[in-house]
């Protein structure tokens, strides 16, 4: 894959990649390491894809596969924790719910992320990522109670 | 969420990160790796075998005398396994032949001493076909070697996921799920207990199909569906959604029927093909009130749950007014998504409530699923399959697993419902310190059933099988439920337990929680449907 096209790829798709990544490790420096897996991987694939819709699907499945093995290696003792929402660049009034998400276990945070930030269907999460829908519905069902519980009766809405 | 959704839009990947990737792609040298040398392929962890657990429901339905048969023509045929399908048994098979007595198969673990056994095998159940999970160690150590790993691994995620229903079992099972655990596992207190709310929603089931009027109404409610038809779709979704046997994970939900030769004829074919089509049941025909079809069912069950349960398969035996025996076993088996250090596993002091024991304990110090109830702590322990995990709740001070028992929030969470308002769960860095466990118990099904208002099957007089045979008083004679779940791994390092509680407080971020489960506390296996697979109280953890 040339240079230039490498550099429009991570235009288009980096932040999405990026975005993710943060939601599956809670930590920047472990998603700097996805985020550098999963474009190299991209790469390398490049002939693959036929559409941009297999490559949104690509991307994904592959950052939320490649931040799986981080929580299983010996590094993950590592507790560098997550920057202040504002050194990422969330506005100052979203950061309280930022953080809340990203306190939430591992596998509530990503199916919030890509059903509430990525506009993904439960059946679309269910597809990319090879799980059972029901579990999908579940699993977001649980994320948001626990979601409430910990921003304290607030409704929907100013989720 | 629409907030969140403002929040993430400020977050934009950092310029270096971009330029970094952009030169690294450059370079024609080894792909980049990270500090974790992910890159060219991936370590092999040392699987411990982590979760074993089989539990195994039997239910006897004795009835009027038929002619007692003398000894006949041995007939024999091995009682099912679970593999791929083997040729068909002609359900009269006359020609005699020699009865094996070598260990049932695929149980290398124990030697099973099986009597000569006879019984008929009337069908063959076929499980689905399934992919096997990738292993790790069959790839080459190279990016060709991870590349290739990754592409049957989704292979196998497809294969999953076209057998799954996709339907989240929890809310039509919430009813039964909550009345059984709470009424089974309170009546062993103090003692370990352990229960299987899937087997034993499979094995009601079954007994529904067999039976009619308010016999089968009071299963029905009981089971929570309206009619039959919704209940038999139910439990074929059940099992399929459960079942695994890639390789990874066993999880494996085996039916049985034993039927009576003297009443050959006399039962109901449409059941027992339904019994067979729609809850994978494999049916048994023998002698019953002869050792040698005891000897039978003995050894599917032990085949069944390779082994775990010979303490109490030991004791069973069919009566001779059999009309039907219902047997059905789940059998799982998983590996931690990370296992514990055996290294790091030191005895130390287990407060049974009979006094204190010295016994095993693994340690884990990493991050984790963690909650806080009002009067609890929890964490959660992934399976390498991650539709599975294992909940384990520590009461607080004060608390026993009785009152957590009685506690609806806490029931809620521990048998994967709903989350309650009182609940809050964290990915935490937990110090984590249990036992080993090996916990197994016998219940007697029938006190509780009848408790939850389940008793026209149990009474000669009430007991309406007219589904499956015309047979004059048939009724439930035995209803015996045994399960057993041993936990194994190894870990690091006890503390002692400083966590303050009050309603809702969550714990600083970056400061360590230390749980120690070092006094009875409760478990739960959860999977795929949303329906536990096992459920337990752990009171004394070596069994001792």
Redesign the interface.
């Known amino acids: 894959m040339q240079q230039d096209h490498r550099a429009k790829a991570v235009e288009q798709w980096g932040d999405m990649v990026w975005r993710l990544a943060l939601a599956r490790t809670a930590n920047v420096q472990d998603a700097e390491d996805v985020f550098q897996e999963v474009f190299l991987r991209f790469f390398r694939n490049e002939q693959k894809f036929e559409t941009d819709e297999h490559r949104k699907a690509w991307l994904i499945r592959c950052t939320v596969n490649r931040s799986k093995s981080l929580f299983a290696s010996p590094w993950q003792k590592r507790t560098v924790p997550l920057e202040t929402a504002a050194e990422i660049g969330v506005e100052d009034e979203y950061s309280e719910v930022y953080s809340a998400v990203l306190s939430l276990p591992a596998k509530y945070r990503t199916v919030i992320h890509l059903h509430y930030y990525e506009d993904l269907s439960v059946a679309e999460i269910a597809q990319t990522l090879h799980m059972a829908e029901g579990t999908v519905k579940s699993q977001l069902s649980r994320g948001r109670a626990l979601l409430q519980n910990i921003l304290k009766g607030d409704t929907d809405a100013s989720l | 969420?629409?907030?969140?959704?403002?929040?993430?839009d400020?977050?934009?990947?950092p310029d270096e990160?971009?330029q970094?990737?952009?030169q690294?792609?450059?370079q024609t040298a080894k792909?980049?790796k990270?500090?974790?040398g992910?890159?060219s392929g991936?370590?092999l962890?040392r699987w411990q075998p982590v979760a074993v657990a089989a539990c195994l429901v039997v239910l006897l339905v004795g009835g009027a005398i038929g002619l007692i048969r003398g000894l006949q023509d041995s007939q024999s045929a091995n009682p099912e396994t679970n593999n791929a399908p083997p040729p068909p048994v002609a359900a009269s098979n006359e020609a005699p032949s020699n009865m094996p007595t070598s260990a049932p198969q695929g149980d290398s673990s124990n030697d099973v001493e099986t009597a000569p056994y006879t019984a008929v095998a009337l069908n063959t159940v076929s499980y689905p076909t399934m992919v096997q999970h990738p292993n790790k160690a069959d790839y080459s150590d190279d990016q060709t070697g991870y590349d290739a790993y990754?592409e049957d691994l989704?292979t196998w995620?497809?294969n999953?996921?076209e057998l799954?229903?996709?339907?989240?079992?929890?809310e039509p099972l919430s009813g039964f799920l909550f009345s059984t655990t709470q009424e089974f596992l309170s009546q062993t207190e103090g003692q370990n207990t352990v229960y299987s709310p899937l087997n034993l929603y499979m094995a009601l089931s079954m007994l529904a199909e067999t039976t009619a009027g308010d016999s089968q109404a009071e299963l029905l409610n009981l089971l929570g569906t309206l009619n039959l038809e919704e209940l038999r779709e139910l439990t074929k979704g059940l099992w399929l959604?459960n079942y695994r046997a890639d390789g990874q994970t066993d999880a494996v939900l085996a039916n049985s029927l034993w039927l009576n030769e003297t009443l050959q004829g006399k039962y109901n074919e449409s059941t027992l093909q339904t019994l067979a089509e729609d809850h994978y049941a494999s049916l048994f025909e023998g002698p019953a009130g002869d050792p040698a079809y005891d000897a039978a069912l003995q050894a599917w069950l032990n085949n069944q749950t390779h082994g775990l349960l010979q303490d109490y398969t030991d004791g069973l035996s069919m009566p001779e007014d059999l009309t039907i025996g219902l047997a059905s076993a789940i059998y799982f088996r998983a590996n931690w998504?990370?296992p514990f250090e055996e290294s790091e596993t030191t005895p130390d002091i287990f407060h049974t409530p009979t006094g204190d024991i010295q016994t095993d304990f693994m340690h884990a110090?990493?991050?984790m699923?963690y909650t806080r109830g009002s009067n609890f702590s929890s964490v959660?322990l992934q399976y390498e399959d991650?539709?599975y995990s294992m909940l384990l709740m520590l009461p607080d001070e004060g608390i026993s697993t009785a009152d957590l028992l009685a506690d609806p929030d806490a029931m809620s969470y521990l048998l994967g419902s709903?989350?309650p308002?009182?609940?809050?769960?964290?990915?935490s860095?937990v110090v984590l310190s249990l036992p080993k466990f090996d916990v197994s118990s016998q219940l007697d099904l029938q006190k509780g059933l009848q408790a939850l208002r389940v008793s026209a099957i149990f009474d000669p007089d009430t007991a309406d099988f007219s589904s499956l045979t015309d047979t004059p008083e048939a009724f439930v004679d035995q209803c015996i439920h045994a399960a057993r779940v041993i936990a194994n791994e190894t870990q690091t390092e006890a503390a002692a337990f400083t966590w303050i509680t009050a309603p809702?407080a969550?714990p600083e971020?970056?400061t360590p929680i230390v749980l120690t489960l070092d006094r009875p506390f409760l478990f739960s296996i959860l999977g795929?449907?949303?329906v536990p697979l096992f459920v337990g109280t752990v009171c004394n953890p070596s069994n001792s």
């Open positions: 969420m629409h907030r969140y959704k403002k929040a993430v400020g977050i934009h990947v990160l971009k970094k990737v952009l690294q792609a450059e792909p980049a990270s500090i974790k992910t890159a991936y370590r962890w990754l989704h995620q497809e999953i996921e799954s229903s996709g339907q989240d079992y929890t959604t998504s990370i110090a990493r991050s699923e959660s991650t539709d709903s989350i308002s009182s609940i809050q769960s964290q990915e860095e809702g969550a971020q970056g795929p449907a949303g």
